[in-house]
Structure formats: C-alpha cells, structure tokens
C-alpha cells in the first residue's frame, strides 16, 4: 500500500485517533478548520495573490518554518521567506498550479499532499529553463494556533522534480 493509500485509508486513520479527514472525492459534512487553511493556501498560490497567506500564516514569530525551503536559513520573518520563495517558484513555473489528494487534521494539526504542476520557463533548483511540463509533490504538516499556521514541517520530491527536468 503506498502512501497515499494508507493516508486516504478512512478506517485505518479512524484507528489512529484523526478527528478530520478530507479526501478528494470523498464525501465531508465540513472540512476541518485546519483543511480550510489548506484550501486558502491553494487558492492564495493559484490566484497568486500572495497577500492572502496573511490569512492562512501567523506573522512574525507567530510562524516558523521547521523546513529550510531553497537556501539557507535567513533572518527575514518565515511568512515573507515562504511569499518570496513562492514568488521564486510561480517565476520558474508561471502556469503553477497546486491542488491536494488527501488532507487531514486533529484539533491543532493538519497535514496534506500537495500536488504542484507547471510549465518550467526560468531558473529553478539550477536548472534553466526547459519548457517541460513537470508534477510533483509535497507532504505538509501545519500546527495551528489563533485559527492561523503557526509552524510547518514538510517534505518536497525535489529528487522527483529535478529528475523530470533534467530528463
């Protein structure tokens, strides 16, 4: 059973304690808060108004990104580190577009596979632009504080990724 298997797997998640669960294409009386956020990321990223992660991300050091994105760690607060590097992506990939499979949480957690597509028409990871459509995907942890994401922990398939465009 892969991943996304055993995540979507309701009874499996019921056993381990999962208040709310959302998987596309399964019905939900109401997603949790917690997949609420969720679907405010996407819609922030697909729009590309940026300005609306202040609604999804606490500000300051409300917010710690627990994941170094691309580069080394910086000074600047996490929430404008994760619009810049955003921005860095939608100018690599201007057709972005970001959607999820599976999304659950508890009362203060909540955790997604995102599914990143777009066209590469600049700069990204070291790679120059190669006109390729690529997918991939990212597994996100967000802990939830004051209705907003206070930490995030996450895994990207940069491996993936860059074997696409380098193929």
Do not use: C
Request: charged content about 20%; overall charge positive; aromatic content about 8%.
């Amino acid at each position: 059973m892969n991943r996304r298997e055993l995540i979507a797997n309701a009874s499996l998640i019921t056993t381990v304690g999962i208040a709310g669960l959302l998987s596309k294409g399964t019905a939900s009386a109401a997603p949790a808060p917690g997949v609420t956020l969720i679907d405010r990321l996407v819609e922030a990223i697909n729009s590309r108004e940026l300005s609306k992660l202040e609604q999804v991300y606490a500000a300051g050091s409300g917010y710690i990104n627990h994941q170094v994105l691309v580069g080394a760690p910086s000074a600047i607060p996490a929430r404008e580190e994760f619009k810049s590097y955003l921005a860095q992506r939608i100018k690599a990939f201007p057709d972005l577009n970001v959607s999820y499979d599976v999304a659950f949480a508890t009362d203060d957690m909540v955790a997604a596979n995102l599914i990143w597509r777009g066209t590469q028409k600049g700069d990204y990871l070291g790679v120059a632009a190669t006109s390729k459509k690529v997918t991939w995907n990212s597994t996100d942890l967000f802990r939830i504080k004051n209705g907003l994401f206070s930490d995030h922990w996450g895994a990207v398939d940069l491996y993936g990724l860059e074997r696409q465009l380098r193929s």
